[in-house]
């Protein structure tokens, strides 16, 4: 079965430095994959995707993700963090054909110190 | 802009009551879901439907129904609520246009608490 798993429960990073937040997934082929992102009392809000092609894909907000197919990830990054990021991060998966449920990782909760 | 719509962003209700969670999308999209958010556990699919009058069960239907009459409406619905059922449901729909990337538009999300 499908899985993605989020290692970190929680980050902190300090405003204007960098940032990684870690994804691995476990799919039979390679699914499409997503990150978005939830400000607190809101839905959930895309900030990129990949489908094929260039495995480093561009989002919005200055985030950027790279695929890696050999280790099974899809880390999210940015190089330098702003007190309005701090949100929570869910990486999703889905399948490239059929129906078109996503399966999501339990979230990350990025806290942005000053 | 795609809008997924949720009528109501907080409810309270009482344990035992009929509850109705409704949402609507404005893009002709023929997937809607319905998922639950709880701290720890993420988004989990309560129900998903493909087209009118079509449903799917998700990873936890127990106590939950749905029904979709229009193609932009879907409605989730608690037949007797209960403690363990309050929580933040989020609603979201998708396309099935070529190509076909299972991107998901979610709604603001309905958080409901059960006394």
């Known amino acids: 079965a499908q899985s993605v798993t989020q290692p970190d429960i929680h980050i902190t990073v300090s405003e204007g430095a960098s940032l990684e937040l870690r994804c691995n997934y476990s799919y039979g082929a390679t699914p499409y994959l997503f990150w978005y992102v939830q400000s607190p009392g809101q839905g959930l809000q895309l900030l990129l995707k990949?489908?094929?092609?260039?495995?480093l894909v561009q989002g919005i907000k200055g985030f950027e993700a790279e695929f890696k197919r050999s280790q099974s990830s899809f880390n999210l990054r940015k190089p330098s963090v702003h007190w309005s990021d701090a949100a929570e991060y869910f990486c999703?998966?889905?399948?490239?054909?059929?129906?078109?449920?996503?399966?999501f990782g339990k979230g990350t909760m990025l806290l942005v110190s000053p | 802009d795609v809008k997924v719509t949720q009528s109501s962003r907080y409810l309270v209700k009482r344990t035992g009551e009929k509850v109705f969670l409704e949402c609507v999308q404005d893009?002709?999209?023929?997937?809607m879901f319905w998922y639950r958010q709880d701290p720890g556990l993420g988004l989990r699919l309560i129900y998903f439907s493909y087209d009118v009058k079509m449903k799917e069960k998700g990873d936890i239907p127990e106590g939950y129904s749905v029904s979709r009459e229009k193609k932009e409406r879907f409605s989730l619905i608690l037949e007797s609520a209960s403690t363990n059922q309050t929580s933040m449901y989020l609603c979201?729909?998708?396309?099935?246009?070529?190509?076909?990337?299972?991107?998901?538009?979610f709604g603001e999300g309905s958080r409901l608490t059960v006394l």
């Open positions: 893009m002709d999209h023929e997937n």
């Open positions: 999703a998966v889905g399948p490239r054909s059929g129906y078109s449920t996503l399966t």
């Open positions: 990949y489908f094929s092609g260039d495995t």
């Open positions: 979201a729909s998708s396309s099935v246009g070529v190509p076909n990337t299972g991107e998901l538009f």
